[in-house]
């Protein structure tokens, strides 16, 4: 692997693609597994940032994408299986009247900001310090700051951000409804839309949290958005708006709709939606095009991934390996006498080195983050690989896989603990 490491400094900044760990170099993957440059074999709990959520290289995916390649890889118009792709979309997802293809996650999350402030002819954007929204200039406001500027100032994550999108962006803490109220009052008659994730990175909604968003965003005419990249698709069928029972005006959709394809989509109300049809914007109309965007391949890997969700007992099946593997968890650390916490839900979480309760960012900020790292790195030791704060679990998950999960947490719990 040490070969491949050095050509990938050689050509690339950083040595990597900027996304995970550089110094590895994973060559495949296959159902629960995956393997790196070296041939060593992990059991996979990255799973490209959460969009393989059936498993690596998915039979019946792959038999799809592979009937799919000789009829043509991209068209850059409207093809029929895009359409059944946002019929399904459509169908599944509360919010979603129509919506409008892009790539990536992060490409939705800006178009649903620009929406939010086309419809309503407002400035500010209001978001979550430490919501993660891509790479736009509003979605690197407060994703991960070090100096904890008072709210609702954000500081910029980038360089290269313009002074005016920092003045335009209205920033606060995840949890906090006396906060959000008082932002309201303040700004709400010049709040354009409020960007959220149902689930903040692994950070719960507080009872009412998302219900009070929601009913703010009524009064003082603010566009709500849901950005369910990461949850859409994985907490239940129609998502977290389905799981949580709020429904926002737009949400955006990632991961799991391309079925480990470059695929994304910004759906949610008609009216809202109509701003990308010049014929009825006119004026207001919102331009966006994307050569890729609903490209037949994602199209019908995101089509066979959705149809072997909606199968019975996906989600159920889904939410058992999570809370094996939480129980693991609690009773390895729970032994080993660490202070910790399981943050998150079954579908999503990790565990946190900390004994108070983490509401927010700055909770979550205040974690031992080196002795998180040691525990990390023994899993990866003993086979498992994840990201640095966050587990997913899947459905490619065998017995023999949650068996060798539970031997590498002892094992890490242990090491913590010494």
């Not at 950070?203 to 003082?220: E, K, N, T, V």
């Not at 990866?380 to 896989?401: F, M, N, Q």
């Not at 590498?408 to 010494?418: E, G, K, S």
Request: with cysteine.
């Amino acid at each position: 692997m040490s070969s491949w490491i050095d050509r990938a400094r050689a050509v690339l900044p950083g040595g990597g693609f900027g996304n995970f760990d550089a110094g590895l170099v994973i060559e495949r993957g296959a159902g629960s597994r995956v393997w790196d440059a070296d041939g060593r074999e992990y059991i996979d709990y990255l799973i490209g940032s959460g969009p393989m959520l059936l498993g690596h290289s998915h039979p019946e995916v792959v038999e799809a994408v592979a009937q799919q390649l000789s009829g043509g890889f991209s068209f850059f118009a409207t093809n029929p299986r895009g359409i059944e792709l946002a019929e399904v979309i459509c169908d599944a997802v509360p919010c979603a009247e129509q919506l409008r293809y892009v790539s990536t996650g992060g490409e939705a999350d800006m178009f649903a900001v620009r929406l939010a402030r086309a419809h309503t002819g407002r400035p500010l954007i209001l978001k979550f310090e430490g919501g993660y929204h891509g790479m736009s200039d509003e979605g690197q406001m407060s994703l991960s700051p070090t100096r904890l500027l008072d709210f609702p100032v954000p500081e910029p994550d980038s360089a290269g951000i313009l002074p005016e999108v920092q003045r335009q962006t209205l920033v606060a803490p995840w949890n906090d409804i006396e906060q959000l109220d008082a932002l309201f009052a303040q700004h709400g008659d010049q709040i354009a839309g409020v960007i959220a994730e149902p689930l903040q990175r692994i950070i719960p909604p507080a009872p009412g949290f998302l219900q009070r968003l929601r009913s703010l965003c009524d009064q003082y005419g603010s566009v709500l958005v849901f950005d369910e990249v990461v949850t859409g698709f994985r907490f239940a069928w129609g998502g977290g708006q389905a799981y949580y029972g709020v429904t926002p005006d737009l949400c955006t959709l990632g991961k799991t709709i391309g079925g480990g394809m470059p695929l994304a989509a910004v759906a949610g109300r008609k009216d809202i939606l109509e701003l990308f049809d010049k014929s009825l914007a006119g004026e207001r109309w919102l331009m966006q095009v994307g050569t890729l965007s609903g490209n037949p391949i994602a199209a019908v890997a995101g089509l066979k991934t959705l149809e072997i969700l909606a199968r019975p007992g996906q989600f159920e099946t889904l939410r058992a390996a999570g809370l094996r593997i939480q129980q693991a968890l609690t009773t390895a650390l729970g032994s080993a006498g660490v202070p910790f916490q399981l943050v998150g839900d079954p579908v999503l979480f990790d565990v946190i080195f900390m004994d108070q309760p983490v509401l927010d960012y700055r909770d979550l900020a205040r974690a031992d983050k080196a002795l998180q790292a040691r525990f990390n790195g023994v899993l990866r030791e003993r086979g498992i690989l994840k990201s640095p704060a966050k587990i997913y679990p899947h459905l490619a998950l065998t017995e023999e896989d949650l068996q060798q999960t539970e031997t590498a947490i002892t094992a890490a719990a242990a090491a913590v603990a010494a």
